[in-house]
């Protein structure tokens, strides 16, 4: 997944089969990446600590591990959460 931290407004989005989450958060202390994972754990509604990151803490591009949830229950939690939020926010500049 690509990360955007210091987004205006946080959401999530699909550009080119990837999926992108834009937090408020800078990239400082681990602050955006912890940001991240808060974002998707109530887009999944699950856990915070189910979800890890296994790549990129100091880089925009990110690998997490998702605990406790099937693969196609998290991209029907995700589909939904693209359509509740129109697929890309005000302030979500995807690239």
């Known amino acids: 997944m690509h990360a955007k931290p210091g987004a205006k407004v946080a959401g999530i989005a699909v550009s080119e089969g990837r999926l992108n989450i834009a937090v408020q958060a ?21 856990r915070k600590r189910c979800i890890s990151l296994t790549m990129g803490s100091k880089s925009r591009d990110k690998v997490l591990k998702i605990e406790g949830m099937g693969g196609t229950t998290a991209a029907s939690a995700i589909t939904k959460a693209l359509q509740e939020r129109a697929q890309v926010p005000e302030g979500m500049a995807i690239g």
């Not at 800078?26 to 699950?46: H, R, T």
């Open 26 to 46: 800078q990239p400082q202390d681990g602050k955006a990446n912890e940001a991240v994972v808060d974002y998707l754990a109530s887009v999944l509604d699950i």
